[in-house]
């Protein structure tokens, strides 16, 4: 079970908007900067957004983070087939002397 | 362009210790701005991080398996390892080697940024 909460699926038709929830506390969304991921099948993860809401080059500006509290989103705006991929969010947790924590990841369908 | 590459043998007995290493190529090991992770992911389930580790040697483990692992640095061949002991069939998963950069021209990062293909190693008798 992990620290961080995600749902474990959503889905969305071609052109749609969905969005995917990642909720944690106060000793890591609430003090430090979100990350996203995606991976496609068979693959390593890539990184969609960085410091919550930060797109690294070549991700399409589909893509957006959003961060409040102790809560982060990722949007994915006119969604198309290739987006159907599982999507985890990761953040820096202060206890334990600090460590990473990744969410439980959200497997998106498109229909 | 930075790439990263994992190595290791793919299948360990149950009780001994898993080593896995990790080549960065492109780019030197050695720098300020970034920690080098490892993440892994049981079949079907996912992403866990395992540690981080800074060219200079200071380390962050998982809480969970802080017992039980060790990651150390070789800046002589740019390359980082892995350390996993008294395996279970637990432990068998993808290990991927990854960048975390902490920042790059002023800007902050704090993600994995880079990664490698990933390694699948078995825990087996």
């Known amino acids: 079970q992990s620290v961080l909460t995600q749902p474990p699926s959503a889905s969305g038709t071609p052109g749609q908007r969905v969005t995917i929830s990642c909720s944690g506390s106060?000793?890591?969304?609430?003090?430090?900067?979100v990350s996203w991921y995606q991976q496609l099948p068979g693959t390593a993860p890539k990184l969609l957004v960085y410091r919550n809401d930060q797109r690294p080059s070549g991700v399409p500006d589909r893509f957006s983070g959003s961060q409040s509290g102790a809560s982060a989103t990722l949007a994915i705006s006119g969604l198309q087939s290739e987006d159907e991929a599982d999507y985890y969010c990761?953040?820096?947790?202060?206890?334990?002397?600090?460590?990473?924590?990744f969410g439980g990841g959200t497997k998106l369908a498109v229909l | 362009q930075l790439q990263l590459q994992e190595s290791g043998p793919g299948l360990v007995k149950p009780s001994e210790t898993l080593s896995l290493t990790c080549a960065v190529s492109?780019?030197?090991?050695?720098?300020?701005?970034?920690?080098w992770g490892w993440i892994r992911q049981s079949p079907g389930k996912g992403l866990e991080w395992i540690g981080n580790i800074h060219y200079d040697g200071s380390t962050y483990y998982s809480p969970s398996l802080k017992s039980r692992v060790t990651i150390s640095v070789d800046t002589s061949k740019n390359q980082f390892s892995l350390r996993l002991s008294s395996v279970t069939a637990a432990d068998t998963a993808i290990y991927f080697c990854a960048r975390r950069l902490l920042e790059r021209f002023g800007e902050y990062y704090y993600a994995f940024d880079i990664w490698g293909q990933g390694t699948m190693a078995i825990v087996s008798s």
């Open positions: 492109g780019g030197s090991i050695s720098s300020r701005s970034s920690y």
């Open positions: 106060n000793s890591n969304i609430g003090s430090n900067p």
């Open positions: 990761a953040v820096w947790d202060d206890n334990f002397n600090g460590h990473v924590v």
